[in-house]
C-alpha cells in the first residue's frame, strides 16, 4: 500500500469596506410620517446586504466550468446539458440551483417540464425559489447580468458533502461550500449630531469578502438573450 503527502493551499482575497451614510433635518423628522430615521436606518442597511448580494454573483461568475447554450434561450434540455458539467456520479441529495433574471421567468413558466412552486410544492432551499427544472430550483435576480448577447446564469450545488467530487480535482475538499463569505466585521451602524445644522447623520458599513471557494460545485451555463 503506498502513501501520499497531504498538501494544502492558499487563496488570497481582498477584504472589502461597503458603507453608506445619510443626514437628516430635524425639519424631515418632525414633518415626516412615522420614523424617517428608523428607515434611514433598515434602507442603509438593506443596501449593503445588496452589496455583498452583488459581489457573490460576480464571484459565481468566475466559474471555470462553462456550458454555452448561446444557440438557444433557457430551456430544460439547457439545464439538462449544463448540469452535465458536473459529471455526477450520484444525483440523490445533491440540490442545485439556478439564478435566472426575470425577463427569462416567461420562458421556463411555458417550459412543459418547469415544475411551479405554486402547483407542485417543493422543499425549497432558499428563499425566492419560483419552481424546478431538470434538478434545479429556480430563483429570479435581477442581479444576475448579460455579456451583451447571452444571460449569465450560474448553477450552484448547495450541498457541503459533494459525494462526486475528486477531493484532488482542484485542491478543494469535497465539503467545502461553493462559494463563502468572510467577514472582518459584521454591519455596524452609527449616528451622530451636528448641532449646529441640527441634523442627524447615519452611517453603516461591514467590511467583508465574497470569494469562490469551490469551483466544482458551480456551472456557469450561457444562454441566449
Request: charged share 30%; hydrophobic share 35%.
Amino acid at each position: 500500500m503506498g502513501t501520499t503527502v497531504l498538501t494544502a493551499s492558499t487563496t488570497q482575497a481582498t477584504v472589502k469596506k461597503a458603507g453608506k451614510a445619510v443626514e437628516i433635518t430635524d425639519e424631515s423628522v418632525l414633518s415626516g410620517y412615522g420614523d424617517p430615521i428608523g428607515e434611514a436606518t433598515r434602507q442603509i442597511t438593506l443596501s449593503i446586504g445588496s452589496k455583498v448580494d452583488t459581489d457573490c454573483y460576480e464571484e459565481l461568475c468566475k466559474a471555470s466550468l462553462i456550458y454555452d447554450g448561446s444557440a438557444g434561450v433557457i430551456g430544460y434540455d439547457g439545464v439538462v446539458k449544463a448540469n452535465t458539467k458536473f459529471e455526477d456520479e450520484v444525483d440523490e441529495g445533491m440540490e442545485k440551483i439556478i439564478f435566472i433574471h426575470p425577463q427569462q421567468e416567461e420562458t421556463l413558466l411555458l417550459d412543459e417540464n418547469f415544475k411551479s412552486r405554486d402547483k407542485y410544492p417543493l422543499d425549497v432551499i432558499m428563499n425566492g425559489v419560483i419552481g424546478k427544472i431538470a434538478g434545479c430550483q429556480v430563483v429570479k435576480s435581477k442581479k444576475v447580468k448579460d455579456d451583451g448577447t447571452n444571460w449569465l446564469n450560474p448553477i450552484v450545488v448547495v450541498a457541503k458533502a459533494d459525494p462526486n467530487e475528486d477531493p484532488a480535482a482542484d485542491g478543494v475538499a469535497p465539503e467545502d461550500a461553493a462559494l463563502t463569505i468572510y467577514l472582518k466585521r459584521n454591519v455596524e451602524v452609527e449616528d451622530d449630531r451636528d448641532i449646529l445644522a441640527k441634523t442627524t447623520v447615519i452611517s453603516a458599513d461591514e467590511h467583508f469578502t465574497a470569494k469562490l471557494t469551490n469551483e466544482s460545485k458551480v456551472v456557469l451555463a450561457k444562454f441566449k438573450k
